[in-house]
């Protein structure tokens, strides 16, 4: 085996960076300003459930359950499928636009109608909505995911239950729907 010439190079670790965090009047002018219903309901629906863009594109009709304000998401990080819940005011808007859209195969489809929308329109859709909002902060989709997290903690919502709702436990069905903690959020929760 062949020596090597040079000693090996460590890395320098990146410094941990807190997230960027929206404050809940800035999501809130930020969904108003929104005037497509199919992406205020998108964004609506990312922020009351905290969950990733891809998971939001990836959603099919019937993985919404709106009596128990649920909804499955297939593929998460990992490949890993899990439980959501979402508010009342995401839930309105999406009785809305599938009232208007009538969506078969995708809940959000994209151009064409076999394929989900693409997570690069919806990310689009938000860079336009925080322009026309006056934010000057560099925020992204995932911000709204950082602002939802730290909302909940905000209003008192325990810490371990945080982790469980966001799905970034190992067993996710399980710290999602059986968690001591989630029975009586879901019941409590009124956000966006």
């Known amino acids: 085996m062949p020596e090597r010439f040079f000693p090996p190079i460590r890395r320098i670790p990146a410094p941990f960076m807190l997230p960027e965090v929206m404050s809940i009047e800035e999501v809130r002018q930020l969904l108003e300003n929104i005037t497509d219903l199919k992406y205020k309901t998108i964004l ?3 922020y009351s459930s905290g969950m990733r863009v891809s998971e939001c594109a990836g959603l099919r009709p019937e993985d919404i359950d ?3 304000m649920l909804m499955r998401i297939r593929q998460g990080k990992g490949h890993a499928a899990r439980f959501a819940i979402f508010g009342k005011t995401a839930l309105s808007l999406l009785c809305r636009y599938k009232r208007i859209y009538r969506p078969a195969q995708w809940l959000f489809r994209g151009i064409r109608k076999d394929l989900p929308i693409h997570r690069r329109s919806i990310q689009k859709a938000f860079r ?3 322009m026309k909002t006056g934010i000057r902060r560099y925020v992204r989709v995932h911000t709204l995911r950082h602002s939802f997290a730290t909302h909940l903690l905000e209003a008192k919502c325990p810490l371990p239950a945080i982790p ?3 799905g970034a436990q190992t067993d996710r069905e399980h710290a ?3 968690s001591p903690y989630a ?5 409590n929760y009124q956000s966006a």
């Open 44 to 46: 609506s629906l990312i």
């Open 66 to 68: 709106a009596k128990r």
């Open 128 to 130: 336009k909505a925080v």
């Open 164 to 166: 469980a709702v966001l």
């Open 176 to 178: 999602a729907l059986h």
């Open 183 to 187: 029975t009586d959020f879901r019941g």
